[in-house]
């Protein structure tokens, strides 16, 4: 009997698995509580590892596939360590290929790419019912509902069909609060970079347990596009509440609190625009245990939200987006029964997805713990002992970008 899925949320996830459903012939449609493609900011930069792009590879089909690879970046070669006096304290050289660098909203772009007529934008999902048929109905804030055989929330960390489905899965408020922004590759904004972020991003370690990541992406083909990205991270504590702050706000307090650090960095703030400028409280989801599985179902952040440590929280997702496609499809074909495609799915992506979750906050907790100046001070010698010993260099940073 043929399956027909309704998925909540067109983000990376939720159009991946569209991509993938609707390249095997299965019925979907996605429902997104955004006006409109460009309606709110999607992010500045993503890094997509091997994992990823396999996953990608199997839900693209090929004039699609070939778009993101006109669009997509060089891969970082290199992540380079600085104190916050742009002193370089290490550089450890990571794997390149197979990798991917993406702007974020040029990437949801191309996986909206022929999916027009079947996304509806506008339309914000505030729970869900089962049908005495079996089927599953969405339900909307505008009182209109959508029914189908399967409901996939993709709707991200704030997922109302999670809170329904699912009320004991928690996220954890890690006390981290992250300012970030990106202006345009101008020939005066790449004077203020080091030669050396062209061929890979910088972590700017600095007192307080303060940090920023900076970032350039720079597209194969002259596309006009090109554009540095930075993330300043502090805790709560230090950095104030910044829910409710507007861009210009926002702006001036990452400036307050990056005051004594190099006129460089601080220029890259100072410049720009307010209206890219966003905060972020960084929360982790809390591992639940396996359910029982039913016709609702869930990927990418509405489950194993994690923090931006590692960078692999849209990897994760597009792992989900081809696994449940695969899944989704054998059931179409009779091959398998859709509940049991469906555990078996769950199955796998809670054991991967919260391994991700713990691997990315142990890693942001490694990169906040240096409060004080003392700790500040040994973890920089570490860095400049690891720099000089290219086996150890090696051995440590063994799997970045993975």
């Not at 695969?326 to 049991?340: H, T, Y």
Request: net charge positive.
């Amino acid at each position: 009997m043929p399956v027909n899925v309704l998925i909540i949320g067109a983000g990376i996830g939720g159009l991946a698995l569209a991509q993938g459903l609707r390249r095997t012939g299965i019925s979907v449609s996605v429902y997104e509580r955004d006006r409109g493609p460009a309606d709110r900011p999607q992010g500045y930069r993503l890094h997509l590892n091997p994992t990823g792009l396999r996953a990608l590879r199997e839900c693209l089909p090929q004039q699609v596939l070939e778009a993101f690879e006109a669009t997509s970046g060089r891969p970082a070669e290199i992540m380079t360590f600085y104190t916050e006096n742009l002193r370089r304290l290490l550089t450890a050289k990571g794997r390149t290929e197979g990798h991917r660098s993406v702007s974020r909203d040029t990437f949801r772009n191309v996986l909206l790419s022929d999916l027009e007529s079947l996304v509806r934008f506008g339309k914000t999902c505030t729970g869900y019912r089962y049908e005495p048929d079996g089927a599953v109905t969405a339900l909307f804030g505008d009182g209109t509902t959508a029914t189908a055989d399967v409901l996939v929330a993709a709707d991200g960390t704030g997922s109302r069909i999670r809170h329904q489905y699912l009320p004991h899965a928690e996220r954890l408020d890690t006390g981290m609060r992250t300012i970030a922004g990106r202006l345009p590759l101008t020939g005066r904004v790449r004077a203020l970079l080091p030669e050396v972020l062209f061929s890979g991003p910088a972590t700017i370690t600095a007192p307080g347990g303060a940090g920023m990541f900076v970032a350039v992406q720079e597209y194969p083909r002259q596309t006009g596009g090109d554009f540095v990205s930075w993330g300043l991270g502090a805790r709560h504590t230090a950095m104030g509440e910044t829910s409710g702050l507007d861009g210009e706000r926002l702006r001036s307090r990452a400036l307050a609190l990056t005051t004594g650090w190099h006129r460089n960095l601080r220029a890259l703030i100072r410049d720009t625009d307010p209206a890219v400028v966003s905060a972020t409280a960084v929360r982790s989801a809390v591992p639940v245990s396996p359910w029982q599985p039913s016709t609702v179902t869930l990927l990418g952040d509405a489950i194993h939200s994690m923090t931006p440590a590692r960078g692999i929280g849209a990897n994760t997702a597009l792992r989900d987006a081809a696994l449940l496609a695969r899944g989704l499809a054998a059931a179409d074909r009779g091959e398998r029964a859709l509940l049991q495609a469906i555990g078996d799915y769950e199955t796998q992506m809670i054991e991967y997805g919260f391994a991700a979750v713990r691997a990315s906050l142990a890693e942001l907790k490694r990169q906040t713990s240096l409060d004080s100046r003392a700790g500040l001070a040994i973890a920089r010698t570490a860095l400049r002992v690891i720099d000089v010993v290219p086996p150890l260099k090696r051995r440590i940073f063994a799997d970045l970008g993975q």
